[in-house]
């Protein structure tokens, strides 16, 4: 796969090669359009004529569509022979549809200004002014010939032809003064999306560490609160003057925080290493049925109730990890939502995949709050550990989706787990 620079290099290539190319078939068509328009002054065209502006424009139509296919960059070497080539037909087919044509009006010679201008913009300023001076030896001597072979010549035709020929080499300096300063402007913007690049990454690093620092601050505090209620519990136990009944209460403290530490840790390892999904193919109804079962335990003791909407699609998933996220995700709904309420689950198949969505009869969540929802460690909740919606979104993630806040209001808080249709996963690859 090309990287997005070459990528542009070559549309741009393609672009400009295409756009000399039609220049060419333009001037051309004008030209003899303009021959046909006064045929009666510069006579019909021979066929040695039609011949030449048949091959011209057969070679300008061969540029443009290898232009139009061509899917990378040619080397340096032939690219410069295709330009020269392109250059020396354009201008020795001018010459001759000059020199075979009718009458003592020389217009085809300016079928050669797009060549004077492509080799202005692609070559240095030397030798493209010196295809500009050739070019105007040639119109000189197109002239010159006529008046030999048609005496007497008249020195208006030179004078035209030596003016015509001026025109070129100052469109030569000039396009070839505009080309240079667009390769040095090309240059400068080059070093400076390459230094905000560099820019770019130094605050990506210094993000990187900010974050990790937050995230051990968060670990450290989440940590600390259990240790030192399990510290402060043991120490109390142990001592002396102590009845049974204050005794068994203490140990009771101690198992509790051992526990939520237990579970902290747990949930951080599930966030910290989310394995590659092991996708299969599986429905929204199963799946949403099945989180639903799982979550009825938790629901049922906090007085809420849960509805599984009628959810219809399938796609390709790890069925444990879309659990773990799905129940994650209904948990914290459940958890969010007041005593005798409900929460919603519910799927559907998208154009780009699946969504399945878990939806609660609670609160809105506050601006302040939806900033930081997805923060690891960030809980509102007493007893919580913060890590519910990063381990689903985590999930997500490593199928190619997504977890969003799509729905928040006062009675209608809505996450929804967005699925791609499929994942790629490397043969062969585990966990």
């Known amino acids: 796969m090309m990287h997005p620079d070459p990528i542009r290099r070559l549309e741009a290539y393609r672009q400009r090669g295409m756009a000399f190319a039609v220049m060419n078939l333009v001037v051309l068509a004008a030209v003899f359009a303009f021959h046909l328009a006064y045929v009666e002054l510069l006579g019909p065209p021979r066929m040695v004529l039609l011949g030449i502006l048949f091959a011209l424009f057969a070679v300008q139509l061969v540029i443009l569509f290898w232009h139009q296919m061509i899917d990378r960059m040619p080397d340096p070497r032939t690219d410069r022979s295709i330009t020269l080539a392109s250059i020396a037909v354009t201008i020795a087919g001018a010459f001759f549809a000059s020199l075979f044509g009718e009458g003592e009006d020389h217009h085809y010679h300016v079928v050669m200004l797009p060549a004077i201008v492509l080799a202005a913009f692609r070559f240095r300023r030397v030798f493209a002014f010196s295809i500009a001076a050739a070019s105007s030896v040639l119109m000189y001597y197109d002239v010159w010939k006529w008046a030999t072979d048609h005496p007497p010549g008249e020195a208006t035709e030179f004078f035209e032809v030596g003016?015509?020929?001026?025109?070129?080499?100052?469109?030569?300096?000039?396009?070839?003064?505009?080309?240079?300063?667009?390769?040095?402007?090309?240059?400068?913007?080059?070093?400076t999306i390459a230094e905000l690049e560099r820019t770019r990454d130094s605050l990506v690093a210094q993000e990187k560490l900010a974050a990790i620092g937050r995230l051990s601050s968060a670990i450290a505090h989440e940590i600390r609160n259990p240790v030192a209620m399990i510290h402060s519990s043991l120490a109390a136990a142990t001592r002396g003057g102590l009845d049974e009944e204050t005794r068994a209460q203490m140990f009771r403290v101690a198992t509790e925080e051992s526990a939520r530490l237990e579970r902290l840790t747990s949930d951080f390892l599930s966030y910290a290493h989310t394995r590659k999904p092991q996708p299969v193919r599986g429905g929204a109804a199963e799946t949403l049925a099945v989180v639903a079962e799982l979550v009825s335990a938790s629901a049922a003791e906090a007085g809420v109730a849960v509805d599984v909407a009628r959810s219809t699609g399938e796609g390709e998933f790890d069925p444990f990890m879309l659990h773990q996220a799905l129940l994650n995700l209904a948990l914290n709904a459940v958890g969010s939502t007041p005593r005798g309420r409900s929460v919603h689950l519910g799927g559907s198949a998208t154009p780009g995949g699946l969504q399945l969505w878990v939806r609660n009869e609670g609160p809105a969540i506050a601006p302040e709050v939806e900033a930081r929802i997805f923060e690891p460690f960030f809980t509102t909740r007493s007893g919580g550990t913060g890590l519910g919606l990063a381990i689903a979104r985590g999930i997500a993630q490593a199928h190619g989706g997504d977890v969003a806040l799509t729905h928040n209001r006062d009675g209608a808080v809505q996450f929804t787990l967005s699925l791609p249709a499929r994942i790629a996963v490397p043969a062969g690859e585990t966990a």
């Open 163 to 191: 003016t015509l020929g001026l025109l070129f080499l100052v469109v030569s300096l000039v396009v070839s003064m505009l080309a240079d300063d667009l390769s040095r402007r090309s240059a400068e913007l080059g070093d």
